[in-house]
């Protein structure tokens, strides 16, 4: 985390289950696919692990090219900066532009979970389901092999007839339930003992 001490009590153990939701594996799944995405555009992170994931992708110059690969021109002015602003700015626009590709804001991570480092899995999370709607969109735009993501549902619409609707109308439904096969006899009222009956 930038420019903060350590953490104590509550918010230590807090952090500490934040960070155990980072998943090793995926962030190899997730390097070679936006290294693979973004062909010659980017670098490659100085290692594996989650400080160097963190730090490859912290300027948002890399997820701002990825975002390029998949929907061209969905950030305008990519640029390299030291500046802590701009590098924040720089991430913003990739969560706009992959929010107007598909990934839900809900879905999304906050900027400072990538740039201060505080919740780094919800960001291999957002790549997760950018990727997924990126191979689920089927557009050519995707490189890298599609069993890394899960594809994303897809509506599947269905036109009726009039005359089919109205057929549907008639139709008792199962959630109704049925009166066939079931009756109260036998039955007793509320606080009376219950009759067991004898051949």
Same mark, same amino acid.
């Given at each position: 985390? &930038? ?6 009590? %509550?918010? *230590? ?22 290294? &693979? ?19 490859? %992708? ?11 690969? %998949? ?12 500046? &802590? !602003? ?22 999304? !991570? ?10 780094? &899995? ?7 389901? %950018? ?26 619409? *269905? ?34 003992? *219950? ?5």
């Amino acid at each position: 985390m &930038a420019n903060k001490g350590p953490s104590y009590g %509550l918010s *230590r153990e807090v952090q500490k289950k934040i960070d155990e939701k980072y998943d090793p594996n995926l962030e190899v799944i997730l390097t070679q696919w936006i290294i &693979a995405q973004c062909v010659g555009e980017t670098s490659q992170p100085e290692g594996p692990g989650k400080l160097a994931f963190r730090t490859w %992708l912290k300027d948002g110059t890399v997820l701002s090219h990825l975002i390029n690969s %998949l929907a061209p021109k969905s950030v305008a002015k990519i640029q390299r900066s030291e500046m &802590a !602003f701009k590098q924040m700015e720089q991430i913003s626009q990739f969560l706009r532009a992959s929010e107007r590709y598909g990934v839900p804001a809900s879905d999304q !991570f906050q900027t400072v979970d990538l740039w201060e480092g505080k919740d780094l &899995a919800s960001v291999q999370r957002t790549l997760m389901n %950018l990727g997924g709607i990126a191979v689920t969109k089927d557009d050519g735009n995707f490189r890298g092999d599609p069993n890394w993501f899960p594809k994303k549902s897809q509506e599947n619409k *269905r036109d009726f007839s009039k005359d089919k609707l109205k057929e549907g109308q008639s139709v008792i439904g199962l959630q109704m339930g049925t009166n066939k096969g079931a009756s109260q006899s036998g039955m007793t009222g509320y606080g009376m003992p *219950r009759q067991i009956l004898r051949p």
